[in-house]
Nanobody, 124 residues
Framework: QVQLVESGGGLLQAGGSLTLSCAAS????????VAWFRQAPGKEREFVGT????????YYSDSVKGRFTISRDNTKNTVYLQMNSLNSEDTGGYSC?????????????????WGQGTQVTVSS
């Protein structure tokens, strides 16, 4: 079991950068795949990216590929989402999620544990 808490959201202008953190509790954090999702009002939850157990493997949606980078520090029980070249389409509530084992899933229903989310708002 793992508990997740996101932080780092905020309001910024288009073209800016922001780093989100997902802090996890639990002794077996290194056993979990972690993914980031986002959701704008009136829209379905959207996959952003995911990182494997060791951090060596990552996978991103086409909409953020090349701009976002996911990394993890298992010694700190933290996963990061570095976001660059942000635009208004990146606005939404960002949540991290985790699942034990498996592969790098991209569907919300494949993740058992969720944080409360942090809001990212990008002004045009």
């Amino acid at each position: 079991q793992v508990q997740l808490v996101e932080s780092g959201g905020g309001l910024l202008q288009a073209g800016g950068s922001l780093t989100l953190s997902c802090a996890a509790s639990g002794r077996t954090f290194e056993s979990y795949h972690v993914a980031w999702f986002r959701q704008a009002p009136g829209k379905e939850r959207e996959f952003v990216g995911t990182v494997g157990l060791s951090g060596r493997t990552t996978y991103y949606s086409d909409s953020v590929k090349g701009r976002f980078t996911i990394s993890r520090d298992n010694t700190k029980n933290t996963v990061y989402l570095q976001m660059n070249s942000l635009n208004s389409e990146d606005t939404g509530g960002y949540s991290c999620s985790a699942r034990e084992g498996g592969v790098l899933y991209t569907r919300p229903r494949d993740y058992e544990y969720w944080g409360q989310g942090t809001q990212v708002t990008v002004s045009s």
